[in-house]
């Protein structure tokens, strides 16, 4: 098969929650199809399920001990933080309300 099905393509787009025109319905209908015939060649290449492959680190690797420390104290964090609001830390806006949200 050359295709994905058009089902196949518009189920695709609702997981996205985007809306496609017939045009590109047709179109991604041989581009995914086409991706995800690439993708599975990864699984010919010789060596794919090697253990080594599974991670960049080996499994010697040596972790520090978790060590059980002293809690500070509430009050002690406030004091030492920039900015606070009754007993919450205030941090910067990192991602900005939009309208629609």
């Known amino acids: 098969m050359d295709k994905l099905s058009r089902e196949e393509i518009l189920h695709v787009a609702d997981l996205a929650r985007i809306e496609l025109t017939e045009e590109e319905i047709e179109k991604y209908r041989v581009h995914i199809k086409k991706l995800l015939d690439d993708i ?22 040596i972790l520090r001990e978790d060590r059980v420390g002293n809690m500070l104290e509430p009050k002690e964090v406030i004091e ?22």
Do not use: F, M, T
């Open 80 to 101: 030492h933080a920039p900015r606070h609001s009754g007993n919450y830390i205030q941090v910067p806006v990192v991602i900005g309300e939009s309208e629609g949200a």
């Open 40 to 61: 599975e060649k990864i699984k010919d290449v010789k060596g794919y399920d090697d253990e080594q492959l599974i991670a960049p680190w080996s499994e010697n690797c």
